[in-house]
C-alpha cells in the first residue's frame, strides 16, 4: 500500500486551553479568584488595574466585597435569558475544588459558614440531593467513606458489601450499581477503582464529536500502561493510526485529570469569605447583583500601541500577551454571567427562603436548577463551589438555597430544611416538664401533613444538637 495524503472537512470538539481557563476561573471562590487576577496583573504587562468607578446608582447596598466581577443586576421575576449569556456545556474541568461549604442535612446555614468542605463532604452532598432509596443511600454513604482523598476507592466491592452487614445485606453487584450512581458526581472520575476507570470516566462525559476522544479511549482502555516505554510513535505503529492522530488523542488524555479527589480539601476554620454576589430587596422585589469591585481589569493601551513600533520579535511577544489578556479578560465576564445566571434562578425558586427563612426553604436539586438555565448538573456545581451571597439574612453559602425534599400528604414536598425547623419550633414551645418525644413529634408532624419516621426525627434533632426528652427533662 502506497502512502498517500487525503482531506476531510468535519465540525469536532477539543477542550482547547481557553476552555479549561474559563472552567478553571469559573470554580474559583472570590478569594483564589482576586490570587489568580493579581498573579496575572504582575506577569503580563498587557493588563493593568482600571480606575474605580463611583457611579453606584440603582446598584446594590454598598459593601465592601472586594470581588473582581463586573457589578449587574436582575430580578426574580424575569423568566428570560440574559442576552449573551455564557454556558459551559463541557460537563467537567481541571482544578478547583475545595471547602467552604457544608451538609445541607445539618444545622443551620449561618453557623456552618465558616466550616470547610472535604471531598466526601461534597460528595454526601451531592447523594442526598440524588432521588435513591434509603437501602442505596446508605450504600452511598459507605461507598463514599471508603474513597480515599485522591477520590479512588480502594477497597474491594466484596469488602463493601461485608461492612454493611448485618445492617444490609448486599452484594457486590448491589454496591457496584450504587457506585455507578456515584462515578457520575462531581468531580468527574471519583469512585474509580484504577487510573484505567479514572480517565474513561473522565472521557465518557465528553461529546461524542470531541477530537480524538474515540483514539483516547482505546488508549487508555490498552496500552496506556506501556506508553513510557514505547512512545507516541510505537503507540501509532501498535494501534496503526496516523501520527497525527495519535498526538491529537494524547493530548485529550494529558488534559485529563488523573487525581480527581485532591481537587478538595479544607480551607480552615479561619478563613475568611468574600460574598460573590449580593441579595436584596428593593420595591417588593428581591434583586440580584454581582459584588463590585473598586479595581478591573483592562488593556494597556500604552503597552498595546507600542506593538506598530517594536520589532519583529517584541511585537510577536506583545500580540501573545495581548491575545492572553483578551481572553482572561473575557473569560472572567463569561464567569460573571454564568453565576448571575444560577443566582438568578436561585431566587425566583427560593424567595420564600429569603423573606421568611429556613422553614420555608423548598426542595430543589441540582439538576432542577440545570435544567432552568440550561447548564450541565456538575457546571452548576462549579458555579455555586464556595460562591457566597450576601443577603438580609446573613451571609450564606449559595449551596444553602438547596435541600432534598420529603413528599407531603398534600401531594408536594418539603425539605428537610424546613423540617428541621419545624421541628425546632415545636421543641421549644414545648413544656420543659414534659418534652415531646421524637414519636410525638413524628405524630405531630404528620398531622401538619408531613409524615416523617421517628427516626427521621431523631436524626434531624441530633444534627441540630438537641437533646433526647429524658435528657431535657433532667435539664430542666
Known sequence: MKPRLQTSLGQQLILTPQLRQALHLLQLSSLELETEIANAVESNPLLEWAEPETDASDGPPQHDLGASTPTDTTEHRSDEDEAGAWELSEPWGTGGGGGGDFDEDTGDPVDRLAHAESLHDHLLWQLRLTRLSPRDVRIGETLIDAIDDDGYLRESL?????????????????????????????????????????????????????????LAQQIVAGPLERLPKIGADGLAAEL??????????????????????????????????TPDCVIWRQNGMWRAALAGSHHRLTIHRGYEGMIQHVSANDAAYLRGRLQEARWLL???????????????????????????????????????????????????????ARKYALTPRGTLPLRSFFASGINTEGGGEASSTAIQSMIKRLIDA????????????????????????????????????????HERVRIA
Open 240 to 273: 496503526c493510526r496516523p501520527a497525527e492522530e495519535v498526538a491529537v488523542a494524547l493530548q485529550l488524555v494529558r488534559s485529563l485529570d488523573p487525581r480527581p479527589g485532591s481537587q478538595y480539601g479544607g480551607l480552615g476554620a479561619d478563613t475568611y469569605v
Open 158 to 214: 466484596d469488602t463493601i458489601a461485608e461492612t454493611l452487614r448485618p445492617e444490609i445485606d448486599a452484594d457486590a453487584i448491589e454496591v457496584c450499581t450504587v457506585l455507578s450512581q456515584l462515578q457520575r458526581f462531581d468531580p468527574l472520575g471519583v469512585g474509580a477503582r484504577d487510573l484505567r476507570e479514572c480517565l474513561s470516566l473522565q472521557l465518557a462525559a465528553l461529546d461524542d464529536d470531541t477530537m480524538g476522544k474515540t
Open 330 to 384: 473575557k473569560h472572567l465576564e463569561a464567569r460573571g454571567e454564568t453565576l448571575l445566571k444560577v443566582v438568578r434562578c436561585l431566587i425566583r425558586q427560593q424567595s420564600g427562603f429569603l423573606e421568611f427563612g429556613e422553614q420555608a426553604l423548598r426542595p430543589l436539586t441540582l439538576r432542577e436548577v440545570a435544567t432552568k438555565v440550561g447548564l450541565h448538573e456538575s457546571t452548576v456545581s462549579r458555579a455555586i
Open 430 to 469: 414545648e413544656n420543659p416538664r414534659k418534652p415531646l418525644s421524637d414519636a410525638r413529634l413524628a405524630e405531630t408532624l404528620k398531622a401538619a401533613g408531613v409524615p416523617v419516621a421517628r427516626r427521621t426525627v431523631a436524626k434531624y434533632r441530633e444534627a441540630l444538637n438537641i437533646p433526647a426528652s
